[in-house]
């Protein structure tokens, strides 16, 4: 049995992954491009991709794969239409990082809220040396108790941020589907629940129906005073139309970890976002605490010896 992991460099070297007995025929690379999976996986039974991509051209050419483990929630790199029909099962990583990704999500708020990036600018000039009083009073600031958390998605990371959000005294809005008719237990209406929003937390999947969610409309619900947050996929926002937003000042600040293309390219409209004192960008590393990424490669692995034991095995389940 041979299985070939795409992009082992994803994940760093200490992070173990456990190698089922059963696999006879190790292969790891740090990053294959996707124009050498053909030469490299033809006789592949198992392949392990984080983002590599698996279209439906390369699992065509594919004649022995029978399992795909995608090293992540998200799906969109995988073709899983021609994966069924060729009989190619797959599985994904499911809930192993919503407390990583959830106290990354409550860092960037309270970061924002706090006006941290001014107050660590004037640190840089040291300000406060040449303030007249015992303190330095660089900018605005909020307290988050008492104010409306709007979060788009109610799975494990939706619940997960809800949860420590509350903890803080915040209160929850789920954001219902943005056209749905249908208003289903313990969900706002989209429009209402953006309106509502002292902070808007984004924790839905990247689907053709969340791609651009938040644009030059959705954007015009929020008040001047609110925070964007998005710890899910950087498509589910026109950077360009953020970018207008906070220039503008229609919202208040965002803090994003992801961006439409990864990793950006240096004229990316990300870097003009990340250039406002108004913005906080880390590079997508909100799952990628220690022990969440330890916990991805043990789920791997025992879904991968479930499979070799002919066990039942959960199939792709969905971000939210």
Not at 95 to 109: D, R
Not at 150 to 160: E, H, N, V
Not at 201 to 215: A, D, F, R, V
Request: neutral net charge.
């Amino acid at each position: 049995m041979k299985a070939i992991f795409l992009d082992r460099a994803t994940f760093p070297s200490h992070v173990n992954l456990t190698v089922p007995q059963q696999i006879s025929d190790w292969v790891t690379f740090d990053n294959l491009p996707t124009q050498d999976i053909i030469r490299f996986c033809s006789d592949a039974d198992i392949i392990l991709t984080n983002k590599v991509e698996l279209t439906e051209d390369i699992i065509n050419q594919l004649p022995k794969l029978k399992l795909i483990c995608i090293m992540a929630t998200g799906t969109n790199n995988v073709n899983l239409e021609a994966c069924f029909k060729n009989n190619v099962q797959v599985v994904n990583a499911v809930n192993y990082g919503a407390a990583s990704v959830a106290e990354h999500t409550l860092m960037l708020m309270l970061a924002l809220a706090r006006n941290l990036p001014r107050y660590l600018e004037s640190h840089r000039s040291k300000q406060w040396s040449k303030s007249p009083y015992f303190y330095h009073y660089a900018g605005r600031m909020q307290s988050l108790t008492g104010k409306t958390l709007t979060i788009i998605g109610k799975g494990a990371l939706g619940l997960a941020v809800a949860q420590r959000a509350q903890a803080i005294g915040m209160n929850i809005l789920f954001a219902e589907h943005q056209h749905s008719k249908i208003i289903r237990d313990g969900y706002t209406p989209f429009h209402e629940a953006l309106q509502q929003a002292d902070v808007l937390s984004l924790h839905c999947p990247l689907t053709p129906q969340t791609k651009h969610l938040i644009n030059k409309a959705t954007l015009a619900l929020l008040k001047p005073s609110c925070i964007l947050i998005n710890t899910g996929r950087g498509g589910l926002i026109n950077e360009k139309d953020l970018l207008v937003s906070l220039t503008n000042e229609q919202i208040l600040a965002a803090g994003l970890d992801v961006a439409a293309q990864e990793p950006p390219a240096e004229i990316d409209p990300i870097w003009q976002l990340e250039k406002l004192n108004n913005v906080i960008l880390t590079p997508h590393v909100a799952w990628a605490a220690d022990d969440s990424m330890q916990n991805l490669l043990d789920q791997i692995a025992q879904k991968i010896q479930y499979f070799l034991e002919q066990k039942p095995i959960d199939n792709i389940a969905s971000a939210c």
